[in-house]
């Protein structure tokens, strides 16, 4: 997927490799400080919550002015943590709203060899040179009202870059020439909402590319529905219908199943076939489970078990092929950042800077606690033995 998804020292979209949270990392740290297992600790100016992305010793982040008037691209060596690209991408005059819980500078940014693809919604997406961190291509026009802010981060599909337009305003999946910039498709959503709310048509998801029943397909949650859609032409393959919106967390998959949240404020968890075609809402949703669910932070599948973590502070173990609740335990603190399987371990982050590492499997198993100080809300990386972690004003390198 891409022009290139990296290895275990390579983290190049948001939740890694795949797009689900599983590092090829064996030897992580279990435990550390403030002062413990920090390699080096680097300030970002500004205000983001995207995710860093890691490629051949350069760490990418994208940060912007607390009023969103400038928005930029900011590198630090892996080695050492110095800057070494500090990088205004876009000046916006009029910046519109932003939520307290977004930035506008949130979507995660894609890595590849010699490229660096930034998003910032309706604020504009480029093209980078990660050499000398020249533009080599920008598009301003494909815009829309998120009303709090951009989240939907992009993905890289063979030369394909692709992300969502799910605004109060318009609301439609496109798909750029990773090389120039121009657009190769562009498909609307296909949900009728004349009858909905304005502020229920927005969505702040990232899409999934995926092979199953035969057919290589990209999931794609929305305001109202789930989409998939063949990725090299955008055609709609089939859709699932909800009631939800401000759709955040990324679905994770089976080969058989996704598994889709379908609302922000009464999160659900759908559990939806990928055999279908045209509109399967009456037939190809296996169960749900409407209570305790993340609204923010994306899942953990792992053989068989799917894992999470919500606001309320709860992580829970579910069957992935029933939905029954295996256990549930006690973590403490607002869930934003996705949680990471690596090592044989799974890492939640809470936004106060504790992150809790338990053991995967059938109990509630804690190995330990780390407390660093800070907001955070950005899904960690990881990269060879180190994770890549930003909290509101720091990079961090711990190993």
Known sequence: MGIGVGGGDRWPQFRGPLGNGHADAPDVPLTWSETNHVVWKTAVHGSG???????DGQVWVTTAD???????????????????????????????????????????????????????????????????????????DLRCDHHEGPGSSPILHDNLLVFHVDGRDVQYVAALDASTGRTVWKTPRSVDFSQVRENCRKAFCTPVVLEAAGRLQMLSPGAKAVMAYDPRTGLELWKIRYDGWSVTPRPVHDGRHAFVITD?????????????????????????????MPATASLLLIDGLLYMAN???DALCLEASTGEIVWRGRLGGKHSASPVYAAGRIYFLS??????????????????????????????????QSFLMRSQSHLYRIE
């Open 264 to 292: 922000y404020d009464r999160p659900q968890l759908w559990a939806v076939r990928l055999d279908g075609e045209g509109d399967v809402t009456g037939s190809h949703v296996a169960w749900k489970r409407d209570r305790d």
């Open 311 to 313: 606001h309320q502070g």
């Open 351 to 384: 936004e106060k800077g504790v992150c809790t590492v338990i053991a995967p499997g059938r109990q509630f198993r804690v190995l330990a606690e780390n407390r660093i100080e800070g907001r955070w809300m950005a899904t960690p990386a990881v990269a060879g």
């Open 66 to 140: 607390e009023d969103g008037r400038q928005m930029f691209a900011v590198c630090a060596d892996l080695s050492s943590g110095r800057i070494v690209h500090d990088i205004r991408v876009f000046e916006t005059e009029n910046p519109e709203h932003v939520a307290s819980v977004n930035s506008y500078a949130s979507p995660t940014p894609v890595v590849a060899a010699g490229r660096l693809f930034v998003h910032y919604g309706t604020y504009g997406t480029a093209c980078m040179d990660t050499r000398d961190g020249r533009i080599l291509w920008a598009r301003r």
């Open 49 to 55: 919550w995207s995710s860093p992305v890691v490629w």
